[in-house]
């Protein structure tokens, strides 16, 4: 194969992704066939082939690969389909609505060759690259704390209305964890690995008129001692990401699109264990980090990386299988709200599902959807 001939599911933020491959930016992969069960989105893609049923999409021998961008719950049912069929998938976060259905969809890839990826853009920002590799490389020193503050993902009432599957339990599985905080999560985990325990404090409907969380605090644990904090809404103007850094070696804080370094001289553990002065402080330096402009292309970077993997055997910058861990932490955060208690995990990915399936069951909620006037889907994207 010397090109992938891609489909899209999914003409929202799917649109977005048609948009830079019809643009020709992302190199041996054209973009042959898109599909939404709305005729209405379909319109505009008139030169290629267009389908209103993903099934008839798989079939139709026209598509080597899948990008996926429906609502949550069809991840899983779309992409266990396309693995099936042969194809190789890339999917929007997250990767599904809770774990049990993640074991579902990545079990359908076990003992598969196809490439499988999950759309985690912000993997490809160079700040939280940066951060990363500040982190992984020791340069910290051993991470005592981390404190992640991400309430700048503001969204109004329109963009609540603007999907009727949007911020339910029976559509969308979730509020601000499942929609916006999955890349949040992924970088969390990404940079600092799973916590082993995790205590959750939702509140659900706290500035919309929805069912679902859209304020978040969460408190981490992990076996080394590391704790970590994170906070999360969709309520707050004008919001907050500020991520502060805690390691043996010095601070490091994000904010503004800027990471400030503050160095220890030595080891601040080493130097409290080591000083005779009972108020001395180890003496900082400011370090400046440099970090190459960031492209803002994201998603044509991560849909480049899974052609180049379909190609040439390149490694995934964002393997399907990572999907998972994000929405454990957002089900463990939730599920922690709901019994009042610390999850450990691994979770019980059962127990979840049966809780959720209780509140889609008891759900009373009744969603009028009204067509926003305008819709600009590139201010939804963070950074
Ligand atoms: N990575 C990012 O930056 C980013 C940004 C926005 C949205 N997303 C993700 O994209 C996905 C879609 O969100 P959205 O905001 O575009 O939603 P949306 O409601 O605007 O669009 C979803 C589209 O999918 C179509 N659809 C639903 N089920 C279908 C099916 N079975 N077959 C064919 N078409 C179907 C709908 O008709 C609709 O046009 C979600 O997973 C969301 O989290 C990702």
Redesign the pocket.
């Known amino acids: 194969m010397k090109s992938v001939r891609l489909g899209i599911?999914?003409?929202?933020?799917?649109?977005?992704h048609a948009r830079y491959l019809l643009d020709g930016k992302v190199n041996r992969c054209e973009l042959t066939a898109v599909?939404?069960?709305?005729p209405n989105?379909l319109a505009k893609y008139n030169n290629l082939r267009t389908?209103?049923?993903?099934g008839e999409m798989f079939n139709s021998g026209t598509i080597d690969a899948v990008l996926?961008?429906?609502?949550?719950y069809?991840?899983t049912?779309?992409g266990i389909s396309a693995l099936k069929k042969g194809l190789h998938v890339l999917?929007?976060?997250?990767i599904s609505v809770h774990k049990a259905d993640c074991e579902k969809l990545l079990e359908a890839h076990r003992g598969k060759k196809q490439v499988f990826a999950a759309?985690?853009?912000?993997r490809c920002t160079s700040i939280y690259k940066k951060i990363r590799h500040l982190v992984t490389s020791g340069e910290l020193g051993e991470i005592r704390r981390v404190n992640w503050i991400i309430t700048n993902w503001f969204r109004t009432e329109a963009y609540y209305a603007?999907?009727g599957?949007?911020a339910t339990w029976g559509g969308e599985g979730g509020g601000v964890l499942?929609?916006q905080c999955?890349?949040n999560l992924d970088l969390f985990q990404w940079m600092f690995g799973m916590p082993d325990r995790v205590r959750g404090f939702c509140q659900f409907g706290r500035y919309h008129k929805i069912e679902v969380e859209d304020d978040v605090t969460a408190y981490f644990e992990y076996k080394d001692g590391k704790t970590g904090v994170f906070v999360a809404s969709t309520g707050e103007a004008p919001g907050t990401n500020r991520l502060e850094v805690t390691g043996e070696k010095g601070r490091l804080v994000f904010e503004n699109n800027k990471i400030l370094f503050t160095r220890n001289e030595a080891p601040m553990t080493e130097f409290s264990r080591t000083t005779d002065q009972g108020f001395a402080m180890p003496p900082v330096w400011e370090v400046a980090i440099p970090v190459p402009a960031d492209t803002g292309a994201?998603?044509q970077e991560l849909t480049q990386n899974f052609v180049d993997a379909i190609l040439d055997g390149a490694p995934l910058v964002a393997p399907a299988k990572d999907g998972m861990r994000s929405v454990e932490l957002a089900n463990a955060i939730l599920l922690s709200t709901f019994e009042n208690k610390t999850i450990d995990l691994p979770m019980n990915s059962a127990q979840y599902e049966r809780h959720l399936k209780r509140l889609i069951a008891a759900s009373k909620f009744k969603k009028k959807e009204v067509k926003p006037a305008v819709?600009d889907?590139s201010k939804?994207?963070?950074k």
């Open positions: 599911i999914g003409l929202g933020m799917g649109g977005v599909c939404d069960m709305d989105r389908f209103r049923d993903a996926i961008a429906t609502p949550h069809s991840h049912t779309l999917v929007e976060k997250p759309m985690f853009n912000l603007s999907g599957w949007r499942l929609n999955p890349h994201g998603h819709n889907l939804s994207f963070n």
